[in-house]
């Protein structure tokens, strides 16, 4: 719920703090005075576009802050969770626009992005306003306010997603047909492709493997000389290495005398002695063991050969050659009776085409009873709009031969029959604008009654409605707040004459600028404003009175 709003500097308005409490909420003043100030203001606070002329003239930004109590709004409280954006029972939006049409958006503090506003202030808000009536000229609407009503949009948005895997597989499945002769060929390509990978079978690394065991097998002779020669050195003769070692060893020891700091020196010499001959040995036993092979040495040479011919002839680099064997592979199985091929695409087509036709049938059940149900409160509540000939119909029709849909198997669209025995036509083509507002209205405030939004705004919904009808719709709008919170718009005293707050709307001009100024009125207060609003500025006795009279009958209003 709404508990407060505060405006800085935006529009005709320099510092604008209002409270809110549950209940119907109207806003009333002279044209001009700023009554849209506070829906502007709200729907920026929702994420509305905003632009440098929001900015009151003179000042640097706007600022405009909406403070909502949510702890009853399950929904938001969870969006807010999931977003760490949680602070108790308290959320707070805030949307900061500077002279030059940039913005900031934060919630609870915290920046955040514009679209985020829009997501959580739609769990908050459901604005209503006069235009809206223009959207029920399109049947995309109508589809979309039945799936609402019925509390079917989750299904409809998988029944959407459904038909999309479907057509994905269709659309994949028609390609294949109309490029038969190429898949087939393609196909032959890849089996004989793959035919020659699998008998060339090159493992990763193999390569690198092989090239390494050539370069040793051809420089055979050289590797057992050098090897030959480095164990003379080592540990042959006296002049080896080892032997060396020995003679500074032997000269150590004649020492005449113990020298404590040579201990560690006698002992490193001593342990590289035993190296030198360990590596000595090791020579040897290698030079002994080592053979040169011209055989493994062709074989390893025409291995290399296969697979570099087999390189070239697919224009890749050898060690990418696993690599493009395993896409072949995969490609030949998905073509050759796998997930690509005609077959398989057949049966995932028709797979898919039953589970959109379940979702599908489930949300038509759900829209047919929906549209029964709907057009028959849409009934009552025209009927006390002073509509009671007018027929309104929700028409569901079959797509075309049961075709799937985006949207289901049916179209939605809402008829209307303005006379008896005339036969129900689309709004477009029936309703006059007073009719099609008050058709309006009766909609919304029938989807608002079942609406989980708990702050309803209407915005002069009323237009072009009077006399009984306006006492109608009065009522309508404060049955609506007694089950939640409704702020509207209103030029008619008889809404305003029900309300329970009422917030007046005037401006004034001040050293050359004009201010708007918003307050909330008290009983008296109220019973005056009704009564401007039913006599204009010369108010007379009996024109007070009759807006006394009207104050206390809507006040005792109960729905």
């Known amino acids: ?129 006069q235009h809206q009536h223009q959207s029920l000229l399109r049947k995309e609407t109508h589809r979309k306010l039945i799936d609402e009503y019925a509390g079917a949009e989750n299904l409809a948005n998988q029944t959407r997603e459904a038909w999309k895997a479907w057509n994905q597989i269709r659309t994949k499945l028609i390609e294949r ?58 540990t042959e003769d006296e002049t080896s290495a080892a032997g060396l070692l020995r003679q500074a060893l032997q000269q150590l020891e004649q020492l005449p005398v113990e020298i404590p700091a040579l201990a560690d020196t006698i002992q490193m010499l001593n342990e590289a002695q035993i190296q030198i001959s360990e590596a000595g040995d090791n020579l040897r036993h290698f030079v002994d063991d080592y053979e040169a092979d011209p055989a493994r040495l062709t074989e390893v040479e025409d291995r290399l050969s296969a697979i570099y011919q087999m390189a070239r002839k697919h224009r890749i680099n050898p060690e990418d050659l696993p690599e493009f064997h395993l896409r072949q592979s995969a490609e030949l199985a998905e073509l050759d009776g796998g997930e690509g091929s005609l077959e398989q695409l057949e049966i995932d087509l028709e797979s898919h085409r039953t589970t959109f036709n379940e979702l599908a049938g489930k949300l038509s059940d759900l829209r047919a009873k929906a549209a029964a149900e709907l057009d028959q409160r849409i009934a009552g509540e025209l009927a006390q709009l002073s509509m009671p000939s007018v027929q309104f119909v929700t028409h569901l029709s079959n797509n075309n031969q049961n075709e799937p849909a985006p949207h289901g198997l049916e179209e939605v669209e809402f008829l209307v029959s303005a006379n008896p025995g005339q036969p129900a036509r689309p709004l477009a083509k029936v309703a006059s604008g007073g009719e099609l507002s008050r058709i309006s209205l009766a909609i919304q405030v029938v989807v608002a009654q079942t609406s989980t939004t708990p702050t309803l705004i209407f915005d002069e919904v009323d237009v072009g409605i009077g006399g009984g009808t306006a006492e109608v719709v009065g009522k309508l709008l404060r049955s609506l707040g007694a089950n939640g919170q409704v702020i509207c718009v209103t030029h008619l005293p008889q809404v305003a004459a029900q309300c329970h707050q009422h917030l007046f709307v005037s401006k004034f001009t001040q050293q050359d600028a004009t201010f708007s100024k918003i307050e909330s009125l008290d009983d008296q207060g109220r019973i005056s404003e009704v009564a401007r609003m039913l006599g204009g500025v010369d108010m007379t006795e009996h024109t007070i009175a009759h807006a006394t009279e009207m104050f206390s009958k809507g006040q005792a209003t109960h729905h």
């Open 177 to 234: 047909q109309q490029n038969a002769e190429e898949s087939e060929a393609r196909l032959q390509l890849l089996r004989y492709q793959v035919e020659e990978l699998d008998r060339l079978a090159l493992e990763i690394g193999e390569q690198e493997q092989l090239e390494q065991e050539q370069e040793q097998l051809s420089q055979a002779d050289a590797i057992l000389h050098n090897s030959h020669q480095a164990a003379l050195l080592c």
């Open 1 to 129: 719920m709404l508990t407060q709003l505060t405006v800085s500097n935006y529009a005709i308005a320099e510092r604008v703090e209002l409270q809110f409490s549950k209940g119907m909420t109207a806003l009333t003043g002279e044209t001009g005075a700023g009554k849209s100030i506070v829906l502007d203001a709200l729907g920026l606070a929702m994420g509305g576009r905003a632009d440098a002329g929001a900015v009151r003239h003179g000042a640097k930004r706007a600022d405009i802050t909406a403070t909502f109590d949510v702890s009853g709004i399950s929904d938001a409280q969870q969006w807010l969770e999931n977003h760490e954006l949680d602070d108790d029972n308290d959320c707070i939006l805030r949307r900061v626009i500077s002279k030059d049409g940039r913005s900031r958006a934060y919630i609870n503090g915290q920046p955040c992005p514009l679209a985020h506003l829009k997501d959580l202030g739609g769990l908050l808000m459901d604005i209503h306003s």
